[in-house]
């Protein structure tokens, strides 16, 4: 799996946009964007994926640079409650059948 | 729901005890894997099995053993525990399907191995 590189902290306010990136310069043609996200005490919850295309569902986008080198995760009116820990993977899996490869993810603090 | 129970949330075991972790799911899911997390190095898988009685090794499965009878249950064995296996233990599931991406992740067991 290739590696990613995600900054260790973010703050946000809330109410406003989080947009957290990730570095994914050595992703392979057929790996996928995923994202997770731990709140505290609390084991991983999915949140998106993608493999080129921006995507969307209730919970955030997705947006895939075109050479897909890298990716933003946004939270479009961040709350308290998404304060977590955010982890961008890329893996070939298009099925979780495989583990996942999570690295230190991004520390999200939205201040009220 | 999709739920996946773990066994406890918190455990204290000595070192050279044989300790059991119990992981359950719900949503009749192939595959089930165990991961520890410790701080600074992120999720790191143990073990996964995607059938019953099929095993496969992660990246640590040193000092560990799996068991897997039924589909909904996944064991995680320490043979025997040492202090450095006191860890955040996740155990997740997830269908092979190939239109499903998602793994679902239990609670989490806090072991201390004293």
């Known amino acids: 799996d290739a590696k990613t590189t995600q900054p260790t902290s973010m703050d946000c306010a809330e109410g406003r946009a989080a947009n957290l990136p990730c570095n994914h310069s050595?992703?392979?043609?057929?790996?996928?964007v995923y994202w997770y996200r731990q709140i505290h005490s609390q084991g991983p919850q999915y949140i998106i994926h993608?493999?080129?295309n921006n995507e969307t569902n209730e919970m955030a986008s997705l947006i895939i640079t075109e050479d897909r080198k890298s990716s933003t995760l946004i939270l479009p009116h961040a709350t308290l409650r998404d304060t977590a820990v955010y982890y961008c993977?890329?893996?070939?899996?298009?099925?979780?059948?495989?583990?996942?490869?999570f690295g230190k993810g991004t520390h999200l603090i939205i201040q009220p | 729901d999709v739920k996946v129970t773990q066994s406890s949330r918190y455990l204290v075991k000595r070192t050279g005890e044989k300790v059991f972790l119990e992981c359950v799911q719900d949503m009749d899911h192939e595959n089930m894997f165990w991961y520890r997390q410790d701080p600074g190095l992120g999720l790191r898988l143990i073990y996964f099995?995607?059938?019953?009685?099929?095993?496969e090794k992660g990246d640590i499965p040193e000092g560990y053993s799996v068991s897997r009878e039924k589909k909904e249950r996944f064991s995680l064995i320490l043979e025997s525990a040492s202090t450095n296996q006191t860890s955040m233990y996740l155990c997740?599931?997830?269908?092979?399907?190939?239109?499903?991406?998602?793994?679902?992740f239990g609670p989490g067991t806090r072991l201390t191995v004293t």
């Open positions: 099995s995607y059938d019953v009685k099929m095993k």
């Open positions: 993608g493999l080129k």
């Open positions: 993977i890329v893996s070939y899996s298009g099925g979780g059948a495989d583990g996942l490869t």
């Open positions: 997740a599931s997830s269908f092979t399907d190939r239109n499903s991406y998602e793994q679902y």
């Open positions: 050595t992703i392979s043609g057929n790996e996928y």
